[in-house]
């Protein structure tokens, strides 16, 4: 613990896992918070066209639509869905709201602790609406005829939910309470002792009733913990939660401030050192076991990673660079029409930008300007700020409904907000590799490119684009749905792709020298790349009963061995790799033995010629020597059609021979 302000900060630091993962330096203490982002948002430009129909009524007016939160269940859509404010679960109706700490459970393939009722605190409303949010809470108001009745807030790590009363109010919770002391309550439901704080409140034996400004904190109490100790550690209800961050030579610190409170209960993300023993017990969670503490902040360290977009081949003989920009400019002639979709013309797109990176990495010039005239050709329509006032593709629009940067054409659901990151991350990889050989091309880059940028990043909460709109500060990772319409929470699968956006936004930032928004970019590549090799590839403490070594979708109540578009144990591993290059190389390296079984489960080399399985081969060549020659066998014998749209043989030589160098 540490002492911030008179207020006590829970201290956290992520050990490193290989000194790889450390980057080159700068700057010690350079500081950054959420309102660093891109200085330009052109959406006067861009046409204004809404393409999504979703379901808002619970949104206040005047609340930024927060799309691909964790608690975006409660925001869209015909019905609320559970949300899951770790390590609780929550579910909001039109009368009240349920508190659950549901069990953990195991299957081969599943880790679950996902709502299961818990106990119902029925407020007497007639509904509810989103009035405040923040990446990491998020405040409901509960209503009825006469007006409002009272706000709950829910926020991850805080395991209490807080009412405050605009009214006198009377809740009435679905099972008795027990008086234990002043202003203080307990209650038994579904098998979990639970307790109340309200003082000044009172039970007449059916309700509680709360007066005009008071409040009532709602929480499940450890079977380890009393309830004594954790009225003890409560003052007033959390009504926000501060994110800011910072990086050194080698961290990057995240810090969250629990606002609107003295004195309360906090529960780091399981996994975290530094939190096993805080004194008022620990959650069974879905992701490992929780410590709950006395704190009004959290603050952690994981190994800063600075962006990278080249390898370091300057050990290549003169032939094996003839023969890499050989199959460069194979590559790119082989190179067809682009999709004009946003995924996959994004991923075609980064494609070329690799080929470019390719090219100047060997010093082969004129080849790395073949490849930017195509680049510079194919971006020319997304480029275009008001391309979608005259056709339906290769552009960009703005929904002010849903504040969002729309491409199309629209792919996976991402004119809800889908996988935005995913998608923008290839064209921020892109356009930095074009940037980068021709300078004299980012000023046309720069205000679509910046206007994608600000879509999935942009630091500053305005009423046009919301702050972090995809990354959770204390997951440490992001979300890809933007609605969430799920009983399991939001989700991610892809959590390489996350970590490319990161990357692409980082150099894109560089580009265009903008340090503010680099920092808060290396900032979120550095956590992104720790959250997927310990939560995704390298998970620790997977409940008994599982029987995997990798999780491919992380939910907010669940963990599946399983992807959205195949059951292939190659395509299941191969989606935590893509797209791989440079900066993928460092933060995978970690554990060789780790890989080798990881590459082993997915079906060892019989899975390089499955769906994905081309990363599945780079990716086992990070195993050790022996493994490395089995990959550069296999890469030679490969055929053209098992290698991915957005991968290339080029690519995939240029991949095994860095290893090469590298050991």
Known sequence: MSIRGGRRMLRLTAIAAAAVLLGGCTAAGTDADTDAGPSAAPLADVPMQRTATLDMSRLAEGVTPPTNRWYSGLAFGADPQPVYPYPLAFAASADGFAVDLPPVTASATTVSALFAGGLGVDLAATGFQVVRADPVSVTLRYSDGDGAIGDVTVAEGWPVVGFTAARDATLTPAAALTPSGDGVWAASADETSFGVTAPGAEWDGGGLHVAVGASAQWFAVPADSTLAAWTAALSAPVDAVAVSHSTTAETATTTLEYEGTSATVLVPFAGRDGADDCGLGSFPTAYGTASACAATGLEWDVPRLEARDAYDLARLDESERARLATQIDADLAATGPLPVDTYYGGKA???????????????????????????????????????????????????????????????????????????????????AALAEHRPSAAAALAPVIDLLAADIATGADDPDLPALRVFDPYRGHSWASGPAPFADGNNQESSSEAVAAWNGLALWAQVRSDDALAATAEWMLSAEAEAARTLWLEPKDLADGYEHGIVSLSWGGKRDYATWFSAEPSAILGIQLLPMGPLAQEYLAGDPDRIARNVAEAGGAASFRGPLGDYVLMYSALAGADALAVAQAALADLPDDAIDDGNSRSAMQAWVAAVHLGG
């Open 349 to 431: 797109l980064a494609r070329l930008g690799d080929l470019l990176s390719l090219a100047r990495s060997i010093g082969a010039d004129a080849l790395a300007d073949e490849v930017a005239d195509r680049l510079d050709e194919e971006l020319a329509p997304w480029i275009q700020a008001d391309g979608c006032a005259t056709r339906t593709a290769q552009c960009v629009t703005y929904d002010d409904a849903l504040h969002l940067v729309v491409g199309r054409e629209p792919s996976f659901g991402s004119e809800e907000g889908n996988d935005h990151h995913f998608h923008y991350g290839h064209f921020l990889l892109a356009a």
